[in-house]
């Protein structure tokens, strides 16, 4: 049976059930993408998921009736503890299990093996209800985990759901369902209102109104224009419109955004990978501890008796279990992921929030990050000595080699390129321009670097034109120069006073004349910017700041920008979702170009590390604490419970706090 997703205008899914979602995008996820997908867990629902607990606790709570409120004359001896045994099978057996396995695995001391040592070791000493319950409440706290673990997928899992499973296509103007996985470029996609893109594509249609929403975190309708990208995860809002598809189902922006959020939790922070290697120690020391509380009193205490010290051991084994930061700290780091996917950032690991929360210096270029990246033509002055079309034709043709946006300006103002002229050894020459041979002569266009590079004299001072210049030489002589102007972006003076308020200096290195930059810095209150610069020279500003052992986020396009993204303490890349070698070499991607994410990041870094070292002090504390008073006898189990299961909760609810943070 066809089964069609249908959103509404704010993208959420209106057929379908969140529970469902993650079941279609199990099914649907191919085994061998690359990726360690555990469903297991998901796939019951939470009924499943407490029965086993619900079973023990009704036999448990019978038993205690039994015990101290209806005594049974027939409940004693075998009868009771057969009770009990049946009561820890539930829960006690999968934990025995997992013990098994990690041992088996080469992990001897996991939190498995100290639950099992203490439940059995309490059985062994006739407490049977305590050993019962610490394995109950164990295993209640583990669904918790379970249950806040999925919740902090949830962002992550709905991008899985981005992708259509089914197209429908136009072939010889009949419309065909085909699997999205195998249509291929040049293909018509037919987008009904209210259907998700499943590819990347040209819009034929004149005019289409998008959601971004799962793309960018925007919710705000984007309006395309004939001959506009558009990508595999938009929505379409009003009627039906035609995209010609241009890139691989595989290769689709959505694709790579998927494997680098799924692939984020891989990038472990130092906090999440020390947590690793201190439990790793932490767990055989505890056993050996609990050991020695047991056997040590022998030969110190006069009355010493075995049960009493055999239960102080196994007081403090429960207490020790290192569960509530092997669990809270990583799902912290993964909700702190989950919080920035949802708000348009992507982070590529939980390392990269850690040195967000740190950042002391933002960086960032100019053209396509604080401003719009949208050159136009403001006016052409050229030498009469020339002809004023047939050089603008030249200088068309030559742009048509670059990506820059100043040739998108040029191409817009000038029209078609004019196919007759032949360009010959066509050069870029890096922050300078570009260089080339038509009709056997010279032609430069660039900036008034390249003219004083080729010995080009002009009689004109470029520092008096606000404005940035493009410089056109032919023949060795010049020819006179165009003015292109960019617009600042809506939102970039409120990113500059956002970095502000978070005591965060701001600089701006561009490669665009001086006068312009300094001229859009002045207006936004950048404190620090310099113009003119070669990628060598951003290489070095950025060294000098590194130099007074300041942490720097460097932002750009991630391309052009690449030395000075590898030197910076964290690369973030604006307009992810207009370059695939952005998302492959930046840290951080804004998806939206909008600059004002980059203090919002900023933010969601601090509040995930505050909420991990939140988790870390309350764990240690409490543990401490109680781990005195059990080793001292003055704990019972009960404290022991609350001590590990309670605090586990604890910093798991603290953790998935950040999920519901308004930034």
């Not at 241009?246 to 998927?258: E, P």
């Not at 669990?327 to 919080?339: D, K, M, N, V």
């Not at 920035?340 to 960032?364: P, R």
């Not at 998108?408 to 300078?432: M, P, R, Y």
């Amino acid at each position: 049976m066809e089964h069609k997703h249908i959103y509404d205008e704010q993208g959420k899914q209106i057929c379908c059930s969140l529970e469902e979602k993650i079941n279609q995008s199990t099914e649907h996820h191919s085994d061998d993408d690359g990726h360690d997908h555990d469903h297991s867990s998901e796939e019951k629902s939470t009924f499943q998921m407490f029965l086993p607990a619900i079973i023990s606790f009704v036999l448990l709570m019978v038993a205690i009736g039994f015990d101290n409120y209806f005594t049974q004359s027939w409940f004693t001896g075998w009868v009771r503890i057969a009770w009990y045994i049946i009561a820890y099978i539930p829960v006690g057996i999968p934990v025995v299990k997992e013990a098994f396995e990690s041992i088996r695995k080469g992990d001897v001391f996991s939190e498995f093996l100290l639950m099992s040592i203490a439940t059995i070791g309490a059985f062994a000493i006739a407490e049977f209800p305590e050993g019962v319950a610490v394995m109950l409440f164990y295993a209640i706290g583990e669904i918790f985990q379970t249950l806040a673990v999925q919740r902090a997928k949830a962002n992550i899992k709905t991008l899985l759901d981005q992708r259509p499973d089914e197209v429908t296509v136009l072939e010889n103007n009949v419309a065909k369902t085909i699997k999205a996985s195998t249509a291929k470029i040049g293909d018509i996609i037919l987008l009904k209102a209210g259907e998700k893109l499943g590819l990347d594509g040209e819009l034929l249609s004149d005019t289409a109104s998008f959601n971004t929403a799962a793309l960018t975190g925007e919710s705000k309708p984007d309006t395309k224009a004939k001959g506009e990208n558009v990508l595999a995860g938009m929505i379409n809002l009003n009627s039906v419109c035609q995209v010609k598809v241009t890139v691989a189902y595989t290769d689709s922006k959505l694709s790579k955004i998927l494997e680098m959020v799924q692939d984020a939790t891989a990038k472990k922070a130092p906090t999440e990978l020390f947590i690793r290697k201190f439990a790793k120690i932490y767990t055989p020391i505890v056993v050996a501890l609990a050991i020695a509380i047991c056997v040590l009193p022998m030969f110190f205490v006069a009355d010493y008796q075995f049960n009493d010290w055999l239960y102080r051991a196994l007081i403090f084994l429960v207490i020790s279990c290192p569960c509530a930061l092997v669990i809270s700290i990583p799902l912290g780091y993964f909700g702190g992921i989950g919080a920035a996917s949802k708000n348009g950032i992507l982070f590529k690991g939980s390392n990269f929030l850690d040195v967000m929360a740190t950042v002391q210096n933002v960086v960032m270029d100019k053209t396509g990050t604080m401003t719009e990246g949208v050159f136009k033509v403001q006016e052409v002055v050229f030498n009469s000595d020339f002809n004023k079309n047939e050089i603008l034709q030249m200088v068309n043709a030559l742009e048509s080699q670059s990506t820059h946006p100043v040739a998108t300006a040029i191409h817009q103002f000038v029209g078609n390129i004019d196919s007759t002229i032949q360009l010959k050894d066509v050069e870029e020459i890096s922050g300078h321009g570009l260089k080339a041979n038509i009709n056997g002569k010279e032609v430069l266009v660039g900036n008034f670097k390249l003219m004083d590079k080729f010995s080009i004299t002009y009689d004109i001072d470029p520092l008096s034109i606000v404005y940035t210049l493009i410089a056109v030489a032919y023949d060795k002589k010049f020819v006179g120069y165009l003015t292109i102007a960019d617009s600042i972006k809506e939102d970039a003076q409120i990113t500059i006073d956002n970095l502000k308020a978070l005591g965060i200096k701001t600089t701006m290195l561009s490669g665009d004349k001086n006068t312009v930059v300094q001229f859009v810095a002045q207006k936004l209150g950048i404190t620090n910017a310099f113009g003119d610069l070669l990628p060598e020279d951003k290489v070095n500003k950025v060294k000098e700041i590194i130099a007074k052992n300041e942490t720097v986020a460097f932002v750009g396009d991630g391309v052009n920008d690449a030395p000075v993204v590898a030197l910076s303490n964290v690369g973030i890349a604006m307009g992810g979702l207009g370059s695939d070698a952005t998302i492959e070499t930046a840290d951080v991607v804004i998806q939206d170009d909008k600059p004002s994410k980059i203090p919002i990041a900023i933010n969601i870094g601090k509040q995930t590390k505050k909420i991990v070292w939140q988790n870390i002090i309350l764990a240690f504390s409490v543990k401490a604490i109680v781990l005195v008073l059990g080793a001292g006898g003055l704990a019972t189990m009960w404290e022991a419970v609350f001590a590990d299961v309670g605090v586990a909760l604890l910093a798991i609810l603290n953790a998935v706090r950040i999920q519901r943070m308004k930034f």
